[in-house]
């Protein structure tokens, strides 16, 4: 298993934006996502993009985060700006050599896992 190296997690007030990175150890995969669970709740998918830069977003951060990656540092990347108290959670990025995971938003999905870093919001 692959361990990807998650970093940007912090405390920010509402309305304020944090960086999210996710170093893949060189490795490539076809699809990369984001997931965040918060204390009590199931893990769930935030977005999603692939090795040619397909995107795709949950309903409730479209518009407000934005995934990105940088193929020669081998980093994705998860801009989330007007941060909201509910998108406190832990982040984790997972990735996966399957094309077939995009879209699926599914983390049982993915093989490949980073720590998580914990995001956290002051109302």
């Known amino acids: 298993q692959v361990e990807l190296v998650e970093s940007g997690g912090g405390l920010v007030q509402a309305g304020g934006s944090l960086r999210l990175s996710c170093g893949t150890s060189?490795?490539?995969?076809?699809?990369y996502d984001w997931f965040r669970q918060a204390p009590g709740k199931e893990r769930e998918f935030v977005a999603s993009?692939?090795?040619?830069?397909?995107?795709d977003y949950a309903d409730s951060v479209k518009g407000r985060f934005t995934v990105s990656k940088d193929n020669a540092q081998n980093t994705v990347y998860l801009q989330m700006n007007s941060l909201k108290f509910e998108d406190t959670a832990v982040y984790y990025c997972?990735?996966?050599?399957?094309?077939?995971?995009?879209?699926?938003?599914?983390?049982?999905?993915?093989?490949?896992w980073g720590q998580g870093t914990q995001v956290t919001v002051s109302p």
């Open positions: 993009i692939t090795g040619n830069d397909f995107t």
């Open positions: 060189g490795r490539t995969f076809r699809v």
């Open positions: 997972a990735a996966s050599r399957s094309f077939s995971t995009f879209r699926r938003r599914r983390p049982t999905d993915f093989e490949s």
